[in-house]
C-alpha cells in the first residue's frame, strides 16, 4: 500500500505542479509536443489594457506561440506568436492580429519581450529587449472578458487546447509578468534591463500560480561562471 501511494505522489507531481514563488525559476519545454504546456491561473476575468511581460530563449526557427490568453468568445484574445521569418512576429488581440517586422532577434539568446494594447485606442506594440516596435491598430471597443485561460508552451485553437505541435514552444521560460493597464515605456525598459520594476498586478513571477501538464520542468535560472 505504501509503495502504491508513493508511486501516485510522483505521478501527480510530474503532471500536476503548483508552485507560488518562481524566483529565481525558469521553465523549461525540452521537446516538441501537442500537449505540454504550463497552464497559469489568474482571478482576473476583466482587462481593459494588457502589458505582458516574459523571457525566453529557443533555437525554434518555426512558428510559435509563445503567450496565449483565449476566452470562449475569441481564442486568440490575446497572443504573442513567432513567426518562422526572421524578425517577424503577430500580434492578437480580442480575436484580430497585425504583423510587426524588422524586429532584432538572435536565435539561442535570452530575449526579454513585453507587448501593450489598450482597448480605448486600440493600439498594440511589442517591445524585445527594450526596443519598441511601431504601434499598430489592433481592435478597440471591448475588454477581454473571461472565463480567461492563459497557456505558455501551446498555442490555443481552442478555449484551453486545440494544440498544434508544429506551433509549440521549444525552449526556456522566465519572469513572467502581465499588468491590467499598459506600462510606460521606462517601466517596460527597466523590466528588459533587470532593473527594478513593480511586479504585475495579474500575473506575478515571484507569487505564482500555474499547473503543469506533460514534461515541462521547473529549473534554476543557469548561471554563468565568470
Same mark, same amino acid.
Given at each position: ?11 501527480? *507531481? ?10 529565481? +525559476? ?10 505540454? &504546456? ?9 482587462? @481593459? ?12 526557427? @518555426?512558428? &510559435? ?15 504573442? #506568436? ?28 535570452? *530575449? ?23 504601434? +499598430? ?28 505541435? +508544429? ?9 513572467? *509578468? ?16 533587470? @532593473?527594478? #520594476? ?29
Amino acid at each position: 500500500m505504501l509503495l502504491i501511494t508513493s508511486f501516485s505522489i510522483c505521478i501527480i *507531481h510530474m503532471f500536476l505542479y503548483f508552485f507560488k514563488d518562481l524566483s529565481n +525559476k525558469i521553465f523549461t519545454f525540452p521537446e516538441e509536443t501537442n500537449t505540454a &504546456h504550463v497552464r497559469v491561473t489568474t482571478s482576473r476575468q476583466d482587462l @481593459r489594457a494588457v502589458t505582458v511581460c516574459f523571457r525566453s530563449f529557443t533555437d525554434l526557427n @518555426r512558428d &510559435h506561440s509563445l503567450f496565449s490568453l483565449a476566452t470562449p468568445s475569441a481564442i486568440n484574445n490575446f497572443l504573442i #506568436f513567432k513567426k518562422a521569418a526572421n524578425g517577424l512576429f503577430d500580434l492578437w488581440a480580442r480575436g484580430k492580429a497585425n504583423k510587426v517586422e524588422g524586429i532584432a532577434y538572435k536565435l539561442n539568446t535570452w *530575449h526579454s519581450i513585453c507587448s501593450t494594447w489598450d482597448s480605448t485606442s486600440g493600439l498594440m506594440q511589442l517591445w524585445v529587449n527594450g526596443v519598441p516596435s511601431s504601434k +499598430k491598430f489592433t481592435n478597440s471597443g471591448s475588454n477581454i472578458n473571461g472565463p480567461i485561460i492563459i497557456v505558455l508552451g501551446q498555442e490555443q485553437d481552442t478555449h484551453g487546447g486545440g494544440f498544434d505541435i +508544429k506551433q509549440s514552444f521549444v525552449g526556456m521560460m522566465s519572469d513572467v *509578468h502581465m499588468w491590467d493597464h499598459t506600462l510606460s515605456p521606462c517601466d517596460i525598459q527597466n523590466y528588459s534591463n533587470n @532593473r527594478s #520594476f513593480t511586479p504585475g498586478n495579474v500575473l506575478n513571477w515571484n507569487a505564482f500560480e500555474f499547473q503543469i501538464v506533460g514534461r515541462v520542468l521547473v529549473e534554476n535560472k543557469q548561471e554563468l561562471c565568470q
